[in-house]
């Protein structure tokens, strides 16, 4: 593929003109890609599905024009439903997975920077003084507190606010991710706090 990319890029450059590509592919060997006229299709139907097709099918039915009168009462846009089945919720494209290692994450890259700023401690030392507890105790809460609403049927609100919103929340984690993981390489290779 990338060889077909590269010679595609070679002939149409516009150094195509010179000794090296017109070597390697001359322009009068390229195919012609011009329009056959002559060449036309044909359909017919067999005998035995004569039956099946009228002419009145081919004919799209006439668009109606649809007037509403009432529109003192706005309805929001239907929520997305969320499958209530454990399996559904947990898989690679579900809704519980990412939401719930991002919020992981987020609650991970505060509570590391917030410890380290105040005892000094690597992200490293805090795990090995007592922080494995902790982030067990946080992460089993916080997944039981999210997985709740989605075994419920419940999808993320539809929240129109531009700084509040399920997507903003996404990002947020993917951040966090990236941020607990560079705090993570950052202190081994730095041998130390960050901070």
Same mark, same amino acid.
């Not at 390229?30 to 002419?55: H, I, T, W, Y």
């Not at 507890?133 to 809460?141: D, E, T, V």
């Given at each position: 593929?990338?060889?077909?990319?590269?010679?595609?890029?070679?002939?149409?450059?516009?150094?195509?003109? !010179?000794?090296? !590509?017109?070597?390697?592919? @001359?322009?009068?060997?390229?195919?012609? #890609?011009?329009?056959?006229?002559?060449?036309?299709?044909?359909?017919?139907?067999?005998?035995? $599905?004569? $039956?099946?097709?009228?002419?009145? $099918?081919?004919? @799209?039915? @006439?668009?109606?024009?649809?007037? *509403? !009168? *009432?529109?003192?009462?706005?309805?929001?846009?239907? !929520?997305?439903?969320?499958?209530?089945?454990?399996?559904?919720?947990?898989?690679?494209?579900? @809704?519980?997975?990412?939401?719930?290692?991002?919020?992981?994450?987020?609650?991970?890259?505060?509570?590391?920077?917030?410890?380290?700023?105040?005892?000094?401690?690597?992200?490293?030392?805090?795990?090995?003084?007592?922080?494995?507890?902790?982030?067990?105790?946080?992460?089993?809460?916080?997944?039981?507190?999210?997985?709740?609403?989605?075994?419920?049927?419940?999808?993320?609100?539809?929240?129109? $606010?531009?700084?509040?919103?399920?997507?903003?929340?996404?990002?947020?984690?993917?951040?966090?991710?990236?941020? #607990?993981?560079?705090?993570?390489?950052?202190?081994?290779?730095?041998?130390?706090?960050?901070?």
């Amino acid at each position: 593929m990338a060889t077909s990319v590269l010679m595609q890029s070679l002939i149409a450059s516009p150094l195509s003109k !010179t000794r090296f !590509t017109n070597s390697i592919c @001359p322009a009068n060997h390229l195919p012609s #890609l011009q329009r056959n006229v002559n060449m036309r299709v044909r359909c017919k139907v067999e005998e035995g $599905d004569k $039956d099946k097709f009228q002419a009145s $099918d081919l004919i @799209p039915p @006439p668009l109606q024009k649809v007037v *509403d !009168t *009432d529109t003192s009462e706005l309805t929001p846009p239907p !929520t997305k439903k969320v499958s209530p089945n454990f399996i559904d919720v947990m898989a690679f494209a579900g @809704p519980g997975p990412e939401r719930i290692n991002g919020r992981l994450a987020m609650i991970g890259f505060v509570s590391a920077i917030q410890v380290e700023i105040i005892n000094g401690q690597d992200l490293f030392t805090q795990i090995s003084n007592g922080g494995f507890q902790w982030f067990l105790g946080a992460s089993i809460l916080l997944t039981v507190a999210s997985l709740i609403p989605f075994l419920r049927g419940i999808g993320p609100a539809a929240n129109q $606010d531009p700084v509040m919103n399920p997507d903003a929340e996404l990002w947020n984690g993917r951040f966090a991710m990236i941020g #607990l993981v560079a705090l993570a390489i950052t202190e081994y290779f730095k041998g130390g706090a960050l901070i």
